[in-house]
């Protein structure tokens, strides 16, 4: 079966850094692609990143150069690494799979606030 | 970087027919594209009903089903259910990024 579960997220300054992880099980991410998508409160799904298949990564213009995605094939985790955190960056992080269909876990809440 | 278009709000009556829509600001959207049709409910992570056009998973009620229809992914919603309410995202590929519509309300009444 396959599932994604997230974590790390929480409450952080504005500015902070934090880093999100997606553990994934019944399927190996290094041969999928996997993906991070952002709702904040109230609003639609936003996309944030990719990582392919092949090892190309794109970010989405509103976390370029702020955010980045990477994996640990061996944990077969993905990671999204947050710094200078802004309040708009205030949502539900998901994971998701979205190669040879489409697996979403829960969620982790990022609240970044003073 | 491409926007994607949806209806913001459709009304169905219970046991009608019912058709969302994906368009993209560059062009006809096309299985190159493979779009993606998502379903999420009040405070639960969305749910994949539809990927690369038209495939189903095995949790995706008969009653739904993608297509290109006019330049556009379709989903159609054929004998809505109340159960059905909720709200509808398409996402497509574009240039290695992913691309989200602003979704659809959908009201089943």
């Known amino acids: 079966e396959v599932q994604l579960v997230e974590s790390g997220g929480g409450l952080i300054q504005p500015g902070g850094s934090l880093r999100l992880s997606c553990a994934a099980s019944?399927?190996?991410?290094?041969?999928?692609?996997v993906t991070w998508v952002r709702q904040a409160p109230g609003r639609g799904l936003e996309w944030v990143s990719v990582?392919?298949?092949?090892?190309?990564?794109y970010y989405a213009d509103s976390v370029k150069g702020r955010f980045t995605i990477s994996r640990d094939n061996s944990k077969n985790t993905l990671y999204l690494q947050m710094n200078s955190l802004r309040a708009e960056d205030t949502a539900v992080y998901y994971c998701?799979?979205?190669?040879?269909?489409?697996?979403w876990g829960q969620g982790t809440l990022v609240t970044v606030s003073s | 970087q491409a926007v994607v278009t949806q209806e913001p709000s459709l009304t169905v009556s219970p046991g009608g027919t019912v058709t969302l829509t994906c368009g993209s600001s560059?062009?006809?959207?096309?299985?190159?594209?493979?779009p993606y049709w998502f379903q999420q409910k009040p405070g639960q992570a969305p749910r994949t009903l539809i990927y690369?056009?038209?495939n189903k998973h095995s949790w995706t009620p008969a009653r739904f089903s993608g297509s290109l229809l006019g330049g556009k992914a379709a989903l159609t919603l054929s004998g809505a259910q109340p159960e059905d309410e909720a709200d509808y995202y398409c996402?497509?590929?574009?240039?290695?990024?992913?691309?989200f519509g602003g979704g659809t309300k959908l009201t089943v009444l």
């Open positions: 996402f497509l590929f574009h240039s290695g990024a992913l691309v």
């Open positions: 560059t062009g006809a959207v096309t299985s190159g594209h493979y």
């Open positions: 019944g399927f190996t991410i290094s041969s999928n692609h």
């Open positions: 998701a799979r979205v190669s040879w269909g489409g697996y």
């Open positions: 690369d056009t038209s």
């Open positions: 990582s392919y298949s092949d090892g190309s990564t």
